[in-house]
Structures are given as C-alpha cells and as structure tokens.
C-alpha cells in the first residue's frame, strides 16, 4: 500500500455533496468493529448516524460487531439477507471477513471498508476503502520519535490488537521508516496494547521492570500511549522518556500541553465517519470513487499544536 495514491479529503468533501443530491431511498449497512473499545469509535457512530440523518434520502443499519469476528460475520450476511444498497465493514480481522466480504459482492452488494483496511485477498470483493493511510502514519510517527530522540536511543512499542489490520499497518510504517532514517535507535520489544488504555499501561509496568534503559514508547494509537505515560509517572521515570502516537485523543492532546507526550498524528473521527458514509452512497449510486480515498492526517506535536483544534473524542 505504500505506493498507492493518497486521495484528498477535498475529494471527499465532494463526495459528500454528491451523494446528498443523487442519493434515492438508499440502505446503507455498517458494520463496525467495537465501538466500546474507545472514544474514536465512539464518537465515529456519533458522526456517522448525524450525517445519515442529514440525509432523508437515506436509510442506515448500524451494528457493532463488539470486536468479535464471528459476530461481525454474522452481521454480514444478515445485511446481505436484507439486501442493502451497500455495505461499509469495519473489520475485526482483516483476513477472517474476507469471505463475507466476497458474499456480499457475489450477491451484487458493493462494499465500503472503512478506518481499517482488509487483506489483500479481499481487494478484487470491495469497491473502496475509505479511512486514513495506516502506514504513513506509522511512518510519520517514526519520523517525530527519531527526530525527538536525536537519532539514538532504545525504545519500545506498544502496538493495536493483534490481527487487527490498522495495528499491522501502523507497525509496519512505524519499523520501517525507524530502520530507515534512524539506524542508530534500537526497538527492543512490541508488545500488544489492544487498543486499551488499562491494558496499555500494564504493559508499560512491564516493560519499566524489564529495562533499566528505555528512551522512547511508540504506540498505535494515544489512548494506548497514556496508559503507557501513566505507567512511567507513576515509576517517576517519565521525565526521562519521550511518547509518540499514531492517532491524537483529547488526553493526548493534554499531556503534550502538560509536557509529558511528545507528538502524533492528527486523525478525526467525524471526518473519518463522513468520507465512509459518502463513499457508500456513491458507490451504492453508481458512482466511480477512488479505491483508495484517504484523508489527510497530519503530524502534531508540542510545537505545532497551536495550529489544531484539541480532538472531540
């Protein structure tokens, strides 16, 4: 993916107001991963739901697949029994739903993934994926960690949900582009956070009983990255590391105002909700739309910060 081509968000702005004014009684299903697990999802059904309402020429069934792949199956084919215009899947696993993602293409159901790519295996079954670029956010979160640390030093990572395709992704870009410009920083370990906060942060404890030396944390996403900020405040060794996530919470954005984190990368989630929503309606419309319709996501830390409004979620 990581020579695909990055779509504008402005492309996505017209495809919102494309699809309000050739959108006809359309159903639109949605699957989502687990929106218990933290404020971004949260706040994505939020979003999502307001931008449907906004429409009366649609209809949508949303469902929660509550981070359990067999029931996200399940909802699926229930969606394809419906006979939805199209569906939007936000996976639980980006292999294991390759196969009711081929079942809805073969029943002539066009399908949206949104926020967390599927495997390749599942490309030629989708019509679009609509969400941020995982890799380059990996990557541009190695970027501030390398920067930061000076180009030496030992780190460690806490990563996404094993399985869990914005996890790999986010690992893959954060590894190789650490490899790549800083060779003289060293991972010592990745251990999966699960994109919890609690779980996060005993990792952490972990991780400050295991090495005398750590100079950096990177973690998928800054509810992950707290829990492992919390950890080290509570060690009072905080002061002698610096934390880079992949996607700003709010609690993120206030531990960089209180010093304690150093940077991430910018991701909303009503943007993110929007673009799957509109992305849907075209496709559901016939319309051709990118396969791969990002939205930008760009780098905040502590210098720069100034220029972003502090996250919602």
Known sequence: MTNQKLIPLSLGLMLVASASVNAQSLRIGITQNNVGVDSYQTTYERAFIEAAEENPDVETIVLDAGGDVARQ???????????????????????????????????????????????????????????????TQGAYSAEMMCDALGGEGEIVQIAGQPGYTTAMERAQGFEERLAEMCPGVTLME???????????????????????RIDGVYSGDDNMGVGALNAALAANRADEIIFVG??????????????????????????????????????????????????DTPKITQDNMHEFDKPVF
Do not use: C
Request: aromatic share 12%; hydrophobic share 40%.
């Open 73 to 135: 199956i399940g909802q699926m084919q229930d969606l394809i029994q419906q006979q939805v215009d199209a569906i939007i899947i936000w996976p639980t696993d980006g292999q294991a739903v390759v196969p009711a993602v081929r079942q809805a293409h073969s029943a002539g159901i066009p399908v949206v993934v949104t926020n967390s790519q599927i495997a390749d295996a599942g490309f030629d079954y989708i019509q679009s994926f609509s969400g941020p670029d995982n890799i």
């Open 190 to 212: 990745t251990q999966p956070g699960n994109w919890n906060r609690e779980r996060s942060q005993s990792v952490m404890e972990n991780f400050l009983t295991k090495y005398d």
């Open 246 to 295: 992949a996607t700003n919470f709010a609690v993120g954005y206030e531990a960089m105002e209180e010093g304690n984190y150093w940077g991430s990368v910018y991701q909303s989630p009503v943007e993110d909700a929007r673009n799957a929503l509109a992305t849907a309606i075209a496709v559901a419309n016939g319309e051709e739309v990118p396969f791969l319709n990002y939205f």
